[in-house]
């Protein structure tokens, strides 16, 4: 799969062919663009670095800010004013934007720094970057999991520089930019230096090592320099008063001189950052051959988790980079916490749970269920010492502005890790921190009046309790646990029976209907709230736009009056956002796994393409990238229920390393989805041999098995119509010896 990666996929305005069938009905309101950036990550790493124009979101690009519709552009052409370290990946609005320590390879005097120059015969692969500033210089970037390595080839020249900024940061957009409160930079020797910024209330420390052929290094400040200075110290920095400062390497350079510059960083002190950079280099000088090797085997070994056999070349470049995309975020950064002292699992970029807990999780946990754990206790670190577990967590100080996103997603991650038995967790300690946090912000109104606004939340909180219980059961406290059930009913009051969806409400992008068709933990109750199986199904068939005319998706700069016609279609999004990414699986509830198929082909073939423009919306930390895995392989994760639902895969074979095991997923049958072509419908499944006639598996049953082998016809087969995939309220067989304990009723029942 490594070989079939574009990293430059998603980095421009999305450029898909013309909607045809089925998905011309879907709406579009969020920034059409995959926001994400090519520069040089490692799998899960702490560490990324990428050319920087200053754009949106990342730093990379042509574009400005842009909530929804086709973004306008700030540069005609694709620039850069150095290479900056950290960025997001496929988000929007983070308003965390990194872009820390610019390096700028020059041969302008220390004037010039901070113009553009014009980019060219760029090319990338994961953990590698390259291309061309229109000064003549050739740049590459590589990365470690915590260090980052430059090698630049100059042209000829009397005087090149090469030059640190370590005053900037964020984007070069309006309100967008990062001030340092405090900052000190030290030279330590020929060709080594430190510093360390405070920056959002977080300390971030580097230790440098430039190769570089006998230049003189120096300190600047407002692009003047210091000539004898080996240190530089700012106790206190205000954004009005701040002047540019950081470090210079210049020296006369021949046609075809390399400068090396390494990087090691650390949010714990300068010594940390320079035993990181240590390890990551492998004790070899110069370092950027052996660490673009390095890193190239590390995502080989990644990517090689899942090998498929395509229908065609195109298809191979999505889905390798959809997975590429998956493994980008979160940022594992262990024994690296700011916020206290002690060593351990420490993870950021969490951006956001909304946006990553019903596909790039589940992903996570299947591939590498050892990263999951480490993920799951970093986050109950978080909660214990910082009072909650965290919806949305970057490297940043600050209160998480994106609570209103949604409530106890992380509960969810917990429950699928306790079900599969996996080690690593104190279920004692987690307990503990998930039932505490359901009862903090929107949880309070949840246990008052058995109902919060935005009234997702409602939903949330209601499968929170859900997960929870799952753990109580672990521990043997069925008492909590019948109390905890009996809290996860409420996500009936969330519902008006006499519609069949949502109450009216506030909602957090999107709409009502939107949120109306969540996987639920109990859906079998949610369809009959609905009025049932026909009931239902209508619902989603006029969400989803089956019998309706094509609509026009919003420009650049969509007005007010055609956004409020857009979102009064109550239509599918069409994978543009996140809370409707599971809708298309609720008709295997109501017995209409065809349906599923129909519209997540629809959304294989129109939603995702080649090319820079070839996503329908923001990644968002490859929460969107993961989707596009899962429904390639014909199989969904019910994120906390341990579920995975089946339907028709997309390619003809896909072998998988889940764990210590391997699982071969066939497609017989399977015909190539294109535009207009017939849905490829599942018309039998057998698990190892045996016939499987139900719509899903559970986790333990993914890990175990062997062979998945799915057949596929050009027609509904009523496979699966018969068996529905469970819910908490399923009749249970009677115990012969006891009886279930009576839950007690919640106060606003």
């Known amino acids: 799969m490594y070989d079939a990666v574009d990293p430059f996929i998603g980095t421009e305005a999305t450029r898909l062919p013309p909607a045809s069938g089925l998905a011309a009905t879907w709406w579009w309101p969020k920034p059409q663009i995959g926001n994400t950036h090519p520069g040089a990550t490692h799998p899960f790493g702490m560490v990324s670095v990428c050319p920087y124009s200053g754009a949106y979101p990342t730093g990379y690009g042509r574009y400005d800010f842009n909530t929804e519709g086709v973004p306008p552009t700030v540069h005609d052409d694709l620039v850069a004013s150095g290479f900056t370290h950290f960025q997001q990946s496929g988000t929007g609005a983070i308003r965390k934007y990194y872009n820390y320590f610019r390096v700028t390879p020059m041969v302008e005097p220390l004037d010039s720094l901070g113009r553009t120059y014009r980019l060219s015969e760029e090319e990338a692969a994961p953990g590698y970057w390259a291309g061309t500033l229109e000064s003549g210089v050739r740049c590459e970037l590589t990365v470690g999991p915590k260090s980052a390595v430059h090698r630049y080839t100059f042209p000829s020249h009397h005087e090149a520089r090469l030059v640190v900024d370590a005053s900037m940061g964020g984007l070069a957009l309006p309100h967008s930019q990062t001030v340092p409160l405090r900052a000190h930079l030290a030279l330590l020797g020929p060709g080594v230096a430190q510093g360390e910024i405070l920056v959002e209330g977080v300390p971030l420390s580097v230790h440098l090592e430039v190769t570089s052929p006998g230049w003189r290094q120096l300190l600047w400040y407002d692009r003047r320099l210091m000539p004898g200075g080996t240190r530089l110290d700012f106790d206190y920095i205000r954004s009005t008063t701040l002047r540019s400062f950081g470090l210079m390497w210049r020296g006369p350079a021949a046609a075809g001189e390399v400068v090396e510059i390494r990087l090691g960083f650390s949010l714990r002190g300068c010594e940390q950052a320079r035993a990181n950079l240590a390890a990551d280099s492998g004790g070899r000088a110069p370092a950027f051959g052996w660490r673009r090797s390095a890193t190239t085997q590390v995502w080989r070994s990644h990517l090689d988790r899942v090998q498929v056999e395509p229908v065609s070349g195109e298809q191979q470049t999505v889905l390798a980079t959809a997975l590429y995309h998956s493994m980008v975020k979160p940022c594992f950064a262990p024994d690296e916490s700011p916020a206290w002292p002690t060593d351990g699992p420490f993870v950021f970029d969490i951006c956001t749970m909304w946006d990553i807990y019903r596909t790039q999780l589940p992903l996570l946990t299947a591939l590498f269920p050892e990263r999951a754990v480490e993920l799951a206790n970093a986050l109950l670190s978080v909660c214990e010492q910082e009072g909650n577990l965290p919806i949305g967590y970057r490297m940043a100080k600050g209160a998480d502005r994106f609570s209103r996103q949604g409530s106890a997603l992380a509960h969810t991650l917990l429950a699928d890790l306790c079900r599969l038995d996996l080690p690593g967790i104190d279920w004692e300690w987690a307990m503990v921190h998930m039932e505490a946090d359901l009862r903090r912000s929107y949880g309070e109104d949840y246990l008052v009046s058995g109902v919060a606004h935005p009234v997702s939340h409602t939903l949330d909180l209601a499968l929170g309790y859900s997960c929870t219980a799952v753990v109580a059961r672990r521990l043997g406290d069925a008492e909590l646990a019948g109390r905890l059930c009996g809290l996860a009913e409420g996500w009936r009051r969330a519902f008006d029976p006499s519609t069949g969806l949502l109450v009216d409400s506030s909602f957090y992008e999107g709409g009502r209907e939107n949120y109306s068709f969540r996987l639920l933990h109990d859906m079998r109750a949610r369809i009959e709230l609905a009025g049932g199986d026909t009931a239902f199904v209508t619902l989603l068939d006029r969400f ?194 006891s009886r279930p304990r009576p839950s007690p009723t919640p106060p606003w029942r």
């Open 544 to 737: 989803f736009g089956f019998g309706q005319p094509p609509v026009r998706q919003p420009g650049v700069g969509p007005s007010t009056e055609e956004l409020a016609a857009g979102y009064a279609l109550g239509r599918f999004e069409g994978l543009n956002n996140e809370p409707d990414v599971d809708a298309p699986w609720a008709y295997h509830w109501a017995g209409r796994p065809d349906r599923t198929s129909e519209v997540v082909q629809q959304v294989l073939v129109h939603q995702f393409g080649t090319g820079r423009g070839g996503l329908p919306g923001n990644d968002d930390s490859g929460g969107l990238s993961s989707w596009y895995v899962w429904a390639s392989l014909g199989l969904f994760p019910v994120a906390g229920q341990d579920l995975v639902l089946l339907g028709a895969p997309a390619v003809p074979e896909a072998r998988l390393r889940l764990g210590d095991g391997e699982l071969l997923v066939t497609a017989g049958g399977l015909q190539p989805a294109e535009p207009g072509s017939p849905t490829n419908h599942v018309r039998s499944v057998s698990l190892d041999g045996h016939p499987l006639t139900r719509t899903w598996l559970t986790g333990t049953e993914l890990r175990r098995a062997s062979h998945l082998a799915v057949e596929l016809g050009p027609r509904p087969s009523g496979w699966g119509t018969g068996h529905r995939p469970p819910s908490v309220s399923d009749p249970v067989p009677a115990r012969p010896r």
